[in-house]
């Protein structure tokens, strides 16, 4: 069974940077698009920003647009979450996740392996 491993996650405060990691043995980066998703108490899991391995083109969520950015290690098979000038709204649990094909796709329920997640919290 292909799992995802998520790291990086703590407890950081307002303003501060992060990286987040997925690491994603067993999935191929070249047919499969990658996604980190988040969630925070009692909200539904949105999406946070996709890798389509065609052209390497990243998508962003508006609130990720220009603190975010997403990024992969080919040799390593680990995609990255670069988190910058983080603020409290942005505490939830962090997942990566895949699908096959080539777009990145918005709902969750496009993507069909998950990781467990890694929690980050940000205090004011």
Do not use: H
């Amino acid at each position: 069974q292909v799992m995802l491993a998520e790291s990086g996650g703590g407890l950081v405060q307002a303003g501060d940077s992060l990286r987040l990691s997925c690491a994603a043995p067993g999935v191929s980066f070249s047919t499969n698009t990658m996604a980190w998703f988040r969630q925070a108490p009692g909200k539904e899991r949105e999406f946070v920003s996709g890798f389509s391995w065609l052209g390497g083109r990243a998508d962003y969520a508006d609130f990720a647009k220009g603190r975010f950015t997403v990024s992969r290690d080919n040799d390593k098979n680990t995609m990255y979450l670069q988190m910058n000038g983080v603020i409290p709204e942005d505490t939830a649990i962090y997942y990566c996740a895949a699908k096959a094909g080539s777009t990145t796709s918005r709902p969750a329920s496009a993507y069909k392996i998950w990781g467990q997640g890694t929690q980050v919290t940000v205090s004011s």
